[in-house]
């Protein structure tokens, strides 16, 4: 015999509605009203695009051959931004331990300390980091120096975020066993937190190190050091065989040092 | 080992070559340290630092809305536009991109395998480069911006969906396949269900990036907030500076809860 189901049990078979015609209609309607008001604000147009590209193809052809002459002078560039990431990521890791504890829920005690925390750590990541270089490039002149400090602020804002949730996820074991045999606080980080995180951590700045070689190679076009400049130079006399340069030489270096810096991780983890 | 149930617990094994890798850091650090001149700062360092500080804390209001145009709210939906255009340029077009990268599509390894080398050389590319590139193309202005981000984006995307890509299960496909169902049937009703939500998320997730990408594009000139900063910071105008950047730390805020709160419900 049938018995009709309970509404409970209904309910637990279909737990949720599937949204109606209407509610896909309106997301529909609602994204290509932004499109379309997208598109009027930014004067797209698909005849400029058509119109363009033969200065798009004249441009290619004029970046081939690349002209190979031009690349020791900005080896000392390369070298340049590559330093800049280091030091900069370096400096970013480093502050960011602090402020990656003072974030993380279950290591400060009150959460009148990791939420503005928090707060604080989200408005710096909102920054990019070529805004950054441009405002220390204000402050402090042109050179490298504005530059590393830009990628320092932007690091500690990325390390400390990942970082910070990993320290949420660590196992609670060993610090209490530590605790119940009488650990210090300074004790239970060194053996209790550092040794679960530690790993992570350096995957992170990794990381970080492989973003940040890619932002120090555009940071020179605000005037933050590295081989950025050189693209203002080249481009600026319509050299545009010696920017291929540029760009190739770039690519290749990302590639490699994202490359290294994927295989470290990979044994890391 | 077991002994009288007890396991013996091993120290872990060091690497014997750790110390080279400590000398080679060092030497590293030496190397990069020794060449960046920390000398020679502006004297007036401290003072623009306050000016800027200041500037923050007093920001102009008056730049919010002008009459006249050129203001802080229509360059901030500027930026916005830039990023949705691009967004949408991208999602469309990675689309062929991730099925021939995605290794369960093709039948030979090396298909997928040049596919998701054309993807990770697409990503390598700075999008402010290619930004350049396409200002050179069809003149400075926001459409250059659009037409950087839509197509650079494409590099990541056209990944992440591949992997998704990669996740999916062949069940529903052969089931449908065992009934009778064309190829085009299979897609539309066993493969496009299962993509759809990670592609919308990633889609969301790239709109984040590029929102924030699209704050600095104006900066050599292809639209958006970006050129008004640069503007307001090479005349020295401290409380535009600040007005502007709290613009964008208000506008990528808001940004980031609304596409989080989406995407978490679509997960």
Same mark, same amino acid.
């Given at each position: 015999?049938?018995?009709?189901?309970?509404?409970s049990?209904?309910?637990?078979?279909?737990?949720?509605?599937?949204?109606?015609? #209407?509610?896909?209609?309106?997301?529909?309607?609602?994204?290509?009203?932004?499109?379309?008001?997208?598109?009027?604000?930014?004067?797209?147009?698909?005849s400029?695009?058509?119109?363009?590209?033969?200065?798009?193809?004249?441009l290619?052809?004029d970046m081939?051959?690349p002209?190979?002459s031009?690349?020791?002078?900005?080896?000392?560039?390369? &070298?340049?931004?590559?330093?800049?990431?280091l030091?900069?990521?370096t400096?970013?890791?480093?502050?960011?331990?602090?402020?990656?504890?003072?974030?993380? /829920?279950?290591?400060?005690?009150?959460?009148?300390?990791?939420? %503005?925390?928090?707060?604080?750590?989200?408005?710096v990541?909102?920054?990019?980091?070529l805004?950054?270089?441009?405002?220390?490039?204000?402050?402090?002149?042109l050179?490298?120096v504005?530059g590393?400090?830009?990628?320092?602020?932007?690091?500690?804002?990325?390390?400390?975020?990942l970082t910070?949730?990993?320290?949420?996820?660590?196992?609670?074991?060993?610090?209490?066993?530590?605790?119940?045999?009488?650990?210090?606080?300074?004790?239970?980080?060194?053996?209790?937190?550092?040794p679960?995180?530690?790993a992570?951590?350096?995957?992170?700045?990794?990381?970080?190190?492989?973003?940040?070689?890619?932002?120090a190679?555009?940071?020179?076009?605000?005037g933050?050091?590295?081989?950025?400049?050189?693209y203002e130079?080249?481009?600026?006399?319509? $050299?545009?065989?010696?920017t291929?340069?540029?760009? &190739?030489f770039?690519?290749?270096?990302v590639?490699?040092?994202?490359?290294?810096?994927m295989?470290?991780?990979?044994?890391?983890? | 080992? #077991?002994?009288n149930?007890t396991?013996?617990?091993?120290?872990?094994?060091?690497? %014997?070559y750790?110390? &080279?890798?400590?000398?080679?850091?060092?030497?590293?650090?030496?190397?990069?340290?020794?060449?960046?001149?920390?000398?020679?700062?502006?004297?007036?360092?401290?003072?623009?630092?306050?000016s800027?500080?200041?500037?923050?804390?007093?920001?102009?209001?008056?730049?919010?809305?002008?009459p $006249?145009?050129?203001?802080?709210?229509?360059?901030? #939906?500027?930026?916005?536009?830039?990023?949705?255009?691009?967004?949408?340029?991208?999602?469309?077009?990675?689309?062929p991109?991730?099925?021939?990268?995605?290794r369960?599509?093709?039948?030979?390894?090396?298909?997928?395998?040049?596919?998701k080398?054309?993807?990770?050389?697409?990503?390598?590319?700075?999008?402010?480069?290619m930004?350049l590139?396409?200002?050179?193309?069809?003149?400075?202005?926001?459409?250059a911006?659009?037409?950087?981000?839509?197509l650079?984006?494409?590099?990541?995307? /056209?990944?992440?969906?591949?992997? $998704?890509?990669?996740a999916?299960?062949?069940?529903p496909?052969?089931a449908?396949?065992?009934?009778?169902?064309?190829?085009?049937?299979?897609?539309?009703?066993?493969?496009?269900?299962?993509?759809?939500p990670?592609?919308?998320?990633?889609?969301?997730?790239?709109?984040?990036?590029?929102?924030?990408s699209?704050?600095? &594009?104006?900066?050599i000139?292809?639209?958006?907030?970006?050129?008004?900063?640069i503007?307001a +910071?090479?005349?020295?105008?401290?409380?535009r500076?600040?007005?502007?950047?709290l613009?964008?730390?208000v506008?990528?805020?808001i940004?980031? +809860?609304?596409?989080?709160?989406?995407?978490?419900k679509?997960?």
């Amino acid at each position: 015999m049938k018995t009709p189901l309970p509404t409970s049990a209904k309910s637990a078979i279909h737990p949720s509605k599937p949204p109606t015609r #209407m509610k896909h209609g309106l997301t529909a309607v609602i994204i290509l009203v932004l499109i379309w008001a997208s598109a009027v604000q930014t004067e797209a147009s698909f005849s400029k695009l058509v119109i363009g590209l033969p200065n798009m193809l004249d441009l290619l052809r004029d970046m081939f051959p690349p002209r190979w002459s031009y690349f020791k002078n900005i080896t000392n560039g390369m &070298l340049e931004t590559i330093r800049m990431a280091l030091i900069g990521t370096t400096i970013g890791g480093l502050l960011a331990i602090p402020v990656a504890v003072l974030c993380a /829920g279950n290591l400060m005690p009150s959460r009148w300390i990791y939420f %503005p925390a928090r707060f604080v750590l989200n408005l710096v990541r909102t920054i990019p980091d070529l805004l950054l270089a441009a405002l220390f490039v204000a402050v402090f002149g042109l050179g490298p120096v504005p530059g590393i400090l830009a990628l320092a602020v932007f690091s500690v804002g990325l390390i400390a975020k990942l970082t910070y949730e990993s320290l949420e996820t660590i196992d609670k074991g060993p610090l209490e066993a530590m605790r119940s045999v009488g650990a210090t606080g300074t004790q239970l980080i060194i053996f209790g937190v550092v040794p679960q995180v530690a790993a992570q951590f350096t995957s992170y700045v990794l990381y970080c190190f492989e973003i940040n070689v890619r932002a120090a190679a555009i940071l020179g076009l605000v005037g933050a050091g590295g081989i950025g400049l050189y693209y203002e130079a080249t481009l600026g006399f319509l $050299e545009y065989d010696k920017t291929s340069v540029i760009i &190739l030489f770039t690519l290749a270096i990302v590639l490699v040092i994202d490359y290294v810096s994927m295989k470290l991780r990979e044994k890391l983890l | 080992m #077991m002994k009288n149930g007890t396991t013996v617990i091993r120290k872990p094994r060091k690497n %014997p070559y750790r110390w &080279l890798i400590y000398i080679a850091l060092v030497l590293l650090y030496v190397w990069a340290f020794s060449g960046v001149p920390f000398t020679g700062f502006k004297e007036t360092a401290g003072q623009i630092m306050r000016s800027i500080v200041a500037g923050i804390f007093s920001p102009d209001w008056n730049y919010v809305y002008l009459p $006249e145009g050129e203001d802080l709210l229509r360059g901030l #939906m500027d930026t916005l536009a830039i990023s949705i255009l691009g967004t949408v340029i991208s999602a469309v077009i990675c689309i062929p991109f991730a099925f021939w990268a995605a290794r369960n599509i093709s039948r030979f390894r090396f298909i997928s395998g040049s596919g998701k080398m054309v993807l990770s050389f697409i990503r390598t590319f700075p999008e402010i480069i290619m930004a350049l590139l396409f200002i050179k193309a069809v003149g400075p202005g926001s459409f250059a911006g659009v037409l950087a981000l839509g197509l650079n984006s494409i590099g990541m995307l /056209g990944k992440l969906y591949a992997d $998704e890509v990669e996740a999916i299960d062949p069940g529903p496909s052969e089931a449908l396949m065992a009934s009778g169902a064309n190829r085009l049937q299979q897609l539309w009703y066993a493969v496009v269900p299962q993509v759809l939500p990670g592609f919308l998320n990633y889609t969301l997730y790239r709109f984040e990036i590029n929102v924030r990408s699209a704050t600095i &594009l104006g900066v050599i000139g292809a639209g958006g907030i970006g050129t008004p900063l640069i503007f307001a +910071l090479s005349t020295r105008n401290w409380p535009r500076v600040g007005i502007i950047l709290l613009g964008i730390i208000v506008m990528i805020t808001i940004i980031d +809860l609304i596409s989080g709160y989406i995407r978490k419900k679509l997960v």
